[in-house]
């Protein structure tokens, strides 16, 4: 097991991202957590598992992924998860102050559930945390081709859904 | 609308904060399942325990696959079951012949045989000859006879 304070250390410097990953994923704050905690449970009884990964936070990423998508699987098919996330829809972001800004993030959220959840992963990832097409490829496990297709349909949804109130906001 | 500007007005947008409780709670419940897996590993594990973790290692990359195996040597073992035991009911259902039976039976075989002109035939229980005497002393006694 990695000391505790190496737990802890891994916990303060990914945590927040894997969260915002998989609350965007699955839209749920209750999977959010229950995947976080295997995720930590897993780091617990497998002491080496991060030290042979070149990259911590794509690696854990993965984790996260993979163990979303195996959620989504023992939940039925993804169209049907995808039908209830619809229904659900809690906010990935902060709550703003502005009202514009509050509207606009609503509004966000709203569309990001519509996308598939590849687009939605390829899209979480390339504007919230910033990843290369590279970088996205090794986590979710797909060329970077792919990762940049999907990463351009999904952003074209977006600005189609969004361009009007984007244009009251600008 | 412009692309990168879209993009950069995405990206401004704050993500929600992990609510600061989990940290500790995450954290305790890791460590304990390492305490609780780590006793666990210091008993003795059943063989059986062993068996299954060696067999779910093995079985866990095709679990369907395995499952259908299984499900055909379920169904071939039934089959097989099935029709031994009607083969069993079957015989069980056939009753035995009578020694009386039998000695009609011998009987008719022979008057069959006298009717057709062929020598009886030999009963199974008749005396052998006694194979300790020499041949040539069977010769002899014949000839006495």
């Known amino acids: 097991m990695p000391a505790e304070s190496d737990l802890q250390g891994v916990y303060d410097e990914h ?34 598992l991060l030290s042979g990964a070149r990259d911590p936070r794509a690696f854990l990423i993965r984790l996260a992924h993979n163990g979303a998508i195996d959620l989504m699987r023992r939940r039925g098919t993804r169209q049907k998860y995808h ?8 906010t990935i972001f902060a709550t703003g102050e502005n009202p514009d800004e509050a509207a606009f993030r609503e509004s966000l959220s709203r569309a990001l559930v519509e996308l598939p959840p590849e687009q939605r992963a390829v899209v979480h990832l390339k504007l919230w945390e910033n990843l290369t097409f590279d970088q996205i490829a090794e986590a979710l496990d797909l060329s970077p081709n792919t ?9 074209d949804k977006l600005r189609e859904r969004l361009r009007p109130l984007y244009e009251e906001i600008k | 609308m412009n692309a990168g500007d879209f993009e ?16 500790a709670e995450i954290l305790q419940k890791a460590e304990a399942s390492t305490r609780n897996s780590k006793s666990a590993e210091t008993q003795n594990p059943s063989w059986l325990s062993t068996l299954i973790s060696h067999l779910s290692t093995i079985l866990w990359p ?20 099935a029709s ?22 011998r009987q008719q075989t022979r008057l069959l045989a006298e009717l057709l002109g062929q020598s009886p035939p030999k009963d199974a229980d008749r005396a052998k000859p006694n194979p300790s005497q020499p041949r040539s002393e069977q010769r002899t006694n014949t000839r006495i006879a």
């Open chain 1, 15 to 48: 945590a927040q991202a894997l969260f915002a990953f998989l609350l965007n994923f699955t839209r749920s704050e209750e999977d959010a957590r229950d995947l976080l905690q295997e995720i930590f449970i897993r780091l617990a009884r497998q002491p080496g």
């Open chain 1, 83 to 90: 039908e209830q996330l619809a229904e659900e829809t809690p």
């Open chain 1, 147 to 155: 990762a940049a297709s999907r990463y351009r349909y999904g952003i």
């Open chain 2, 8 to 23: 950069k007005q995405l990206k401004r947008q704050a993500l929600r904060q992990i609510p600061s409780e989990w940290r």
């Open chain 2, 62 to 81: 095709h679990p369907k696959a395995w499952a259908g195996l299984a499900a055909v040597w379920i169904v071939i073992g039934s089959l097989q079951f």
């Open chain 2, 84 to 105: 031994s035991d009607h083969t069993n009911r079957l015989a069980a259902r056939v009753e035995r012949p009578s020694p009386e039976s039998f000695a009609i039976l």
